[in-house]
């Protein structure tokens, strides 16, 4: 089975750029997760998905950050303006979507964003 | 808000040695905990799980038990191997607030032969 697909690997921008990442999960996985992980610490969850509509943003700085998931299986998440501390790693879970808190998540490899 | 804390690394230990990694949280609702683990190169992965109080999830050797009581899921392996070098993340899910994970902050362990 195919696990968790992301794109770019790495990316370094100069700051006030733009930048987006994709995201293609499992495939049959209703529930779609971007986190930032910022060196030294665990990660932090930006949005949930389940199928193409959001469960929770609470924590997007929508101000600069937006994702979509047209037709509830591909991802885009884009940062415009990137800023400094936007430095981090961007990882793209999946998981069943059954709505059960003990579903496992199954994570891509991850985005490494340098800002500049 | 909810959170996890796990003691902080790096932790360096020789083979065959005992590993404990503690991790303590805090939860508004009843949730489900897990360890995650990330070898170097590769993404988070999952470890081990459990999902009520006095449950011990295990894999690959390692063991972790639901403490309720001290809201504690300390992670513990009897014999550790090289291979077992990755950084090691707790974190939970919480009813009350979604099925989105809240991790700590990772512990590095090293291990040499």
Partial sequence: EAGVAQSPRY???????SVAFWCNPISGHATLYWYQQILGQGPK???QFQNNGVV????LPKDRFSAERLKGVDSTL???PAKLEDSAVYLCASSLGAGQIQETQYFGPGTRLLVL | GDSVTQMEGPVTLSEEACLTINCTYTATGYPSLFWYVQYP???????????KADDKGSNKGFEATYRKETTSFHLEKGSVQVSD???????LSDPQAGTALIFGKGTTLSVSS
């Avoid at chain 1, 929770?56 to 924590?59: C, G, K, M, T, V």
């Avoid at chain 2, 190169?41 to 999902?51: F, P, R, S």
């Avoid at chain 2, 070098?85 to 974190?91: E, L, M, P, T």
């Fill in chain 1, 45 to 47: 969850l930006l949005i």
């Fill in chain 1, 56 to 59: 929770d943003d609470s924590q």
């Fill in chain 1, 11 to 17: 990316k370094i921008i100069e700051k006030r750029q």
């Fill in chain 1, 78 to 80: 884009k940062i415009q």
């Fill in chain 2, 85 to 91: 070098s990755a950084v090691y993340f707790c974190a």
């Fill in chain 2, 41 to 51: 190169g590769e993404g988070l992965q999952l470890l081990l799980k459990a999902t």
